[in-house]
T-cell receptor
Framework: NAGVTQTPKFQVLKTGQSMTLQCAQDMNHEYMSWYRQDPGMGLRLIHYSVGAGITDQGEVPNGYNVSRSTTEDFPLRLLSAAPSQTSVYFC??????????????FGPGTRLTVT | AQKVTQAQTEISVVEKEDVTLDCVYETRDTTYYLFWYKQPPSGELVFLIRRNSFDEQNEISGRYSWNFQKSTSSFNFTITASQVVDSAVYFC????????????FGAGTRLTVKP
């Protein structure tokens, strides 16, 4: 049981480049989410999904796209990277079942630098 | 919208000292959930505890204890007899029942325990 996995661990982009951060979970969780972590600001929710084919915006969605074609995968796309998107990105998942409704499991993070 | 404030940016203690990390939250929902996560230097996020708004009992887990007080909207975290391995960034977070897809994090408190 790998939990939540993210690739790559590190990435450097030039302004204007595009890329996709990958996230996968093997716990059959319905809910998946993406956060960014910036110094002094904690974690902020970018996008989330409550199931395949269903996505919604979080607190800071601008500049990012997501899709959810399977339960397991929830990729995050940066269409035109900007220096303001330099951050550490965390993917998380949780069950929507009653007992574990609110405990999220986080991936190891992707450190992205945009120059 | 919900909000979490961790006023202590950094705390430094000497091993075996007790330390309390403060967390103050704001919400208009009557049902909500509070969390603490630990982020050690390796960077992953480790779930520590979840507390429901309707359960004000304090909780103790080994050297860790949590004090939930609805009257002051606080959910403080105390480490007794701190150890070097407790050095980490600690995040408090809040999720409202009416919008449980959006978990809000505080900015985090960096705890350094010196030997």
């Amino acid at each position: 049981n790998a939990g939540v996995t993210q690739t790559p661990k590190f990435q450097v982009l030039k302004t204007g480049q595009s890329m996709t951060l990958q996230c996968a979970q093997d716990m059959n969780h319905e809910y998946m989410s993406w956060y960014r972590q910036d110094p002094g600001m904690g974690l902020r929710l970018i996008h989330y999904s409550v199931g395949a084919g269903i996505t919604d915006q979080g607190e800071v969605p601008n500049g990012y796209n997501v899709s959810r074609s399977t339960t397991e995968d929830f990729p995050l796309r940066l269409l035109s990277a900007a220096p303001s998107q330099t951050s550490v990105y965390f993917c998380a998942s949780r069950s929507l079942g009653l007992l574990n409704h609110y405990e999220q499991y986080f991936g190891p993070g992707t450190r992205l630098t945009v120059t | 919208a919900q909000k979490v404030t961790q006023a202590q940016t950094e705390i430094s203690v000497v091993e075996k000292e007790d330390v309390t990390l403060d967390c103050v939250y704001e919400t208009r929902d009557t049902t909500y959930y509070l969390f603490w996560y630990k982020q050690p230097p390796s960077g992953e996020l480790v779930f520590l505890i979840r507390r429901n708004s309707f359960d004000e009992q304090n909780e103790i887990s080994g050297r860790y204890s949590w004090n939930f007080q609805k009257s002051t909207s606080s959910f403080n975290f105390t480490i007794t007899a701190s150890q070097v391995v407790d050095s980490a960034v600690y995040f408090c977070a809040l999720s409202e029942a009416r919008n449980n897809n959006d978990m809000r994090f505080g900015a985090g408190t960096r705890l350094t325990v010196k030997p």
